[in-house]
């Protein structure tokens, strides 16, 4: 049987339906609120995150790019030093070939000059000439045959004492004098089945020179 509510009895009554739309909107509220809230929180973090990933990369972009800047400097460098190598080692040959040139040039150049220095001693002094041929008969002495070599004009003035030298050696053997214009003033040359004794002037000063020069 149904049951009939006065309005007195529905005043006492309390407003169930009332009161739980309220909380359902107050809680509604409150967890919009809480959303918004995080949600802010979520896109400031990654606003953060996303700066901080930009400044990473540029960070890494910039020591990439400084490593790689590095590197070409190195390799720039190395390049560099190595042509400055071999240019001072080129500079450093072409300053010994220089050197070993002009130092050659002046061992030569005194040479020559000894050379006229000596041949104008010689003509004042001819026994220089006649010493010479003496020490180059000595040391052909024992050969069977001998042919001692004068320049012409020592050939016309010192060939009488030439031979008188010979005769003085027994130990020479067969020997005779010629005159020979390959020979120059103030020297001799001796020749023998065993060789040849060279006491030319220009000889022995090539021989000094090359001494120098080692």
């Known amino acids: ?3 009939i509510i006065r309005a007195a009895e529905a005043h006492d009554c309390p407003r169930t ?13 409150r967890r919009i609120a809480e959303l918004r809230t995080d949600a ?12 901080a990933v930009r400044r990473r990369a540029a960070e890494e ?12 400097v190195e390799q720039r460098a190395a390049s560099a030093l190595k042509a400055l190598e071999c240019a001072a080692a080129e500079i450093k040959q072409a300053k010994q070939a220089w050197l070993a040139h002009w130092e050659s040039a002046a061992v030569r150049l005194s040479a020559a ?13 001819p026994e220089i000439t006649l010493s010479l041929v003496s020490e180059a008969l000595e040391l052909a002495a024992g050969s069977p045959d001998v042919r001692l070599k004068l320049d ?29 214009e390959s ?3 103030g020297g001799c040359r001796v020749e023998t089945r065993f060789g040849a004794i060279d006491q030319r ?14």
Request: proline share 3%; glycine share 6%; no cysteine.
């Open 1 to 3: 049987m149904a049951t």
């Open 17 to 29: 339906a009332s009161f739980n739309f309220e909380d359902v909107a107050a809680e509604a509220d």
């Open 40 to 51: 802010a929180r979520i896109v400031a973090q990654a606003k953060a995150e996303a700066e």
């Open 61 to 72: 972009g910039r020591r990439a790019a400084m490593l790689e800047i590095d590197a070409m």
């Open 113 to 125: 000059m000894a050379a006229k220095i000596v041949r104008t001693e010689l003509r004042d002094r």
């Open 152 to 180: 012409p004009s020592d050939f016309r003035s010192l060939g009488g004492e030439a031979r008188r030298i010979i005769e003085s050696m027994p130990a020479l053997g067969n020997a005779e004098v010629v005159a020979d």
């Open 183 to 185: 020979v120059g003033p």
């Open 201 to 214: 002037i220009e000889v022995q000063l090539d021989r000094i020179a090359d001494e120098l020069l080692g």
